[in-house]
C-alpha cells in the first residue's frame, strides 16, 4: 500500500467546493438558531404556562432525537405533510436551525438566570418594562457569559453539518464520498477531508480557548 | 404639607406566610419615615409593596391622590405599564446597590431617563452629571461600577434613583451590606437629601440616623404597625415591651440625653 | 394538514423496526462501554507525569474530538481497511469511530475530575487518621463522582444518539430499518415520526433523571 495524494490534489477544488457548502449550512444554521433559541428560551422562561410548556417541550425534543432521524424526517416526510418542495439545502437549514436552536435555548436560559436577582431589581425600580430589562440589562450581561459555550455549541454543529451528506447536499463530507468514488482513492480522500475538518475546527477551538481565557481574566464568570 | 402617600389595610402574603397583616399609613411632602423592626418584622416586604417590587395582596396604594391599580369584583388589579409608569416617579435604593456591572458610572444614571423617560441623552446627561455631583461622585462618571467601594457605589445608586425626579424616595438597609468605616458618607447623603426636603421611607437599623434624621419613626412587628411616633420621645420612651426589647439589642447607639 | 396519519403499516412492520431497535441497543452498550470505560484510560494516560504517555493521549484526544464523528466512521469503513489490510464491516466501522469519539470526549470529562481533587483533601484524610483506603473511599471518590457523573451521563445520551450514524455505512439500526419501511410502503412521515418518538420516549426520561442527579449532587456541595 502507498499513499498516492495526486489524485486528489487534482480535484482540491471539488473538496474547496465541499467546504464553502459546509460553512454555508453553519452560517445559515447559525443565524436562524441563535434567534430561535433566544425566542425558545424566554418562551420557555415565560410565566405563561403554556407558552412555556410548549417551548419547553421543543428544546427537550430536539435535544433527545438524534439529528439524523430529524434530518431525514424534514427531507423524507415534510414535504409530503406541507407541499413544499424540499431541497437538500432547505432541508439541511431547517434542520440545523432548529436542532442548534433547542442547545442555543439551554445556553440562553442558563446564561440569564445566572444573573444577579438585584439586576432585575435595580431596573424594574427604575421603571423598566420586562423587555427593556431583558434588552439592557440582563441579555448584554448573560451573552458575556453565554461565549464559551456557544462557541462550544457551534463547533458541535459545524461537525453535525456532516450528516447532510447524506440527503446528497454538496458538503465538505459529500464531496468527499464523490471524489473518493471517482479517484478510487478513500484513503488519501478521507484522510485529507478528515485533515481539513481537523485544522478548521481545532483552529475554532482554540481561537474559543482564547476567548474563554480573556472572559476569565476580566473577571466575568461563564456557563456552561 | 400635604399628602403624598397614602397606605389603605395593606396585606402581603408569600404562600401561607402572612408577612403584612393590615397596614395603614399617610405620609406627607417632605416626611422622612424611619421603619424600624426585627428581621421578619415586614419592613422590607412593606417598603417593596409601596413601588409594587412586591405585589400586595389586598389593600390600595395611592400616590399624590391618584389610586394605582383598577378595582375590579373586589380586588386589586395591575397593569405592567402602570406599574413601571409608577415605579419610575419612586426612586429605590437597595441593600445590594444593583448597580449595571456592564454600564459605567454615567451611563448607571443616565440609563432610566433615557430609556424609561424618553429623555434625549444631552438632557439626560446634564441632569446625570448634576445628581453625581451631588452625592459627591461627578469624578467618578467614567468609571466602572467594579472600580468603587462599597459607600460609593450606593451614592451612584442614589444618584441613579434621584435622576429620575422621583417623588418619594425607598431605601431599603442601604448601608447594611457596606463596611462600618463607609456608611457615614452614605448617611450624610442621605440626610442631605431629607434637609432638602424630599420625602422618604427608609428601612434602617442605624437608630442614631432615625434619631437625628427621621420626622417619624414607625415600629414594625410581625406584620403591623406596633407604634409610630416622633423619634424623640418613641425612641427614648418606647410605650411597648417589643419596641424596648428592640432598641436594648440596638444599644451601640447612645441616645442623648 | 390533508395528511391522513397511519401508523397501521409501521405497527405492521414491527418485526423489521424490531430488528432495528435491538441493533441500536447492541451498537449502543458497545460503544458506551468501549467509549466511556476506554475515556478513563485516555483520561489518567493525558494526566500522566511522562511526556511519552501524556502527549500521545493529548493527540488522541484532539484528534477525536476535532474532527466529526461521521468522518471517523466513514473513514475507518472506506480508508482504514486499505491503510491496514483490515477488513471492517459497517458494524466494526461504527465502533470504532463511535467509541474512539466517545473516548475523545470522556477522556476530557475524567480530567477534569482528577483535577478537582486536589491533594489537600489527601492530606486531610491522613491527618485524621484515615488510610489509604478509606480515604480514597469516603473523600476523594465522593467529589470525583460528583464531578464526574452529570457530564458522563449526558456523553452517554449523545452515544445513544450517534449510534443512528452506523445506518450511513450500512450498520442495521432503528433508523435504518425505518428507511427501509418507508421505502417499501411509501410512509416516510410515519416511519421517521416514530423513529424520534421511540429515541425520544427512551431518551427524555434518562434527560429528566440527569436533571435530578445534577440538583441532588449539587445540593451536596
Known sequence: MEWNFLAVLRDFDLLMLGLLNTLKVTGLALLFGVPLGLALALSRLSTFRILSGIAGFIVEFFRTTPPLVQLFWFFF???????????PLIAAVVTFSIQSSAFFAEIFRGGILSIDKGQWEGAKAIGMTYGQCQRRIILPQAIKRMIPAFMERSIELLKTTTLVSTVAYTDLMFQANELAQKTFRPLEVYTIVAAIYFVLIFLFSQFSIAVE????KSGEGTVR | MSEILR??????????????????????????????????????????????????????????????????????????????????????????????????????????????LGRGKPEAQDKAMAQLDRVGLAEKAAEYPARLSGGQKQR???????????EVMLFDEVTSALDPELVGEVLKTIRQLAEDGMTMLCVTHELGFAYHVANRVLFLHEGTILEQGEPQSILKAPATDRMSEFLEGHSLFKLPD | MAHNWDFATILQNWPVLWVGIKGTVFIFVITAILGLGGGLIVGIARYSKSPFVSWPARAFVEVFRNTPVLVQIIWFYYAFPILTGIETDPFLAAVLGISLNTMAFSAEIYRAGIQSINRAQWEAGKAIGMNYNQTLRRIILPVAVKRVLPALTNRGIEVFKMSTLASVVGYVETLNQAKLISDLNFNPIESYTAVAVIFFVVLYPVVQGTYVLERMLRKGD
Open chain 1, 213 to 216: 481565557h480573556r472572559l476569565a
Open chain 1, 77 to 87: 416526510a415534510l414535504p409530503i405533510l406541507i407541499d413544499v418542495r424540499m431541497t
Open chain 2, 156 to 166: 451612584v445608586a442614589i444618584a441613579r434613583a434621584l435622576a429620575m425626579d422621583p
Open chain 2, 7 to 116: 397606605i389603605e389595610n395593606l396585606h402581603k402574603s408569600f404562600g401561607d406566610l402572612e408577612v403584612l397583616k393590615g397596614i395603614d399609613l399617610a405620609v406627607q411632602a417632605g416626611e422622612t419615615v424611619v421603619l424600624l423592626g426585627s428581621s421578619g418584622s415586614g419592613k422590607s416586604t412593606m417598603l417593596r409593596c409601596l413601588n409594587f417590587m412586591e405585589t400586595p395582596t389586598e389593600g390600595k396604594i395611592h400616590l399624590n391622590g391618584e389610586l394605582i391599580g383598577t378595582e375590579r369584583g373586589g380586588r386589586m388589579r395591575y397593569r405592567e405599564a402602570e406599574l413601571c409608569a409608577l415605579r419610575a416617579r419612586i426612586g429605590m435604593v437597595f441593600q445590594h446597590f444593583n448597580l449595571f456591572p456592564h454600564m459605567t458610572v454615567l451611563e448607571n444614571v443616565m440609563e432610566g431617563q433615557v430609556i424609561v
